[in-house]
């Protein structure tokens, strides 16, 4: 005999839980990532001083000319000499390549190697024979001038220092972020929130690339690992204000409702 239907419809079972390994990566691949960043940015901060120190005293050095004397006789001064290119050589290095001058300065001296940054405006132009002037500073060769153009050496006080600021920085900030977020994914987990909206994606996103940008150009105005430090964190500090703001108002409005 048959049952006849009753008023309600029949339990619908529940679907299974979603595996908590999926929920568990969220929270832990963030938190990994966000420490190799935040490590590696602070080794790279606590050597810069002295790079930073060394590319300041680059840019106060004088000719020797201008001084009278030599570099052994006035210290820091920048010291040019002639010197006759024996040989070149371009080796594969990652994508691009390393560009190396053998460059004998006559006079009995030994001939040295120096590698040039980049493939413009003096690499094109030697060759076997060709005079050009070399200009040295504490020992060590800046650049290579040949006519009227000059091509810096790589490892030159300034620019690598400069960019390795900019790197740290940036790290330093992407690194607390995903820290950050991988606390807010474990709480969220822990307490069973209701799926993430896209703003809370995207703000926080848009927030951190704005702390970056103001982090690089610290770096490339200031030159100072404090100074650089104090304007990445007033960044940090505006770029998180804003957001907090912006990710509050939904929820303030469906309160109203």
Request: aromatic share 4%.
């Amino acid at each position: 005999m048959n049952r006849a239907p009753g008023p309600f419809p029949a339990p619908v079972p529940p679907g299974p839980p979603p595996p908590p390994a999926a929920g568990l990566k969220g929270v832990v691949l963030p938190a990994v990532v966000g420490s190799v960043m935040v490590v590696a940015a602070a080794v790279l901060l606590a050597l810069l001083p002295g790079k930073l120190s060394e590319a300041r005293d680059f840019r106060a050095a004088r000719p020797c000319e201008e001084i009278g004397g030599s570099a052994a006789e006035n210290g820091d001064c920048l010291s040019t000499r002639p010197a006759t290119v024996r040989s070149t050589e371009a080796r594969p290095q990652g994508k691009g390549y390393a560009r190396w001058v053998t460059l004998d300065p006559g006079g009995g001296a030994p001939p040295h190697r120096v590698r040039l940054r980049g493939e413009r405006p003096v690499w094109e132009k030697l060759a076997p024979g060709v005079r050009v002037t070399v200009a040295t500073w504490r020992g060590s060769a800046v650049w290579v001038e040949a006519g009227e153009e000059r091509q810096d050496v790589a490892g030159r006080p300034g620019p690598g220092a400069i960019v390795r600021l900019a790197v740290g920085l940036a790290l330093l900030i992407v690194g607390a972020v995903l820290l950050r977020a991988s606390a807010w994914a474990h709480r969220r987990r822990a307490t069973g929130a209701p799926a993430v909206r896209a703003a809370q994606i995207t703000v926080p996103a848009a927030a951190t690339a704005f702390a970056v940008g103001v982090a690089v150009a610290a770096a490339v105005l200031v030159e100072n690992v404090l100074l650089a430090l104090l304007a990445a964190a007033a960044g940090c500090a505006a770029a998180w204000t804003v957001s907090a703001r912006l990710l509050r108002r939904p929820a303030r409005g469906r309160a109203r409702t």
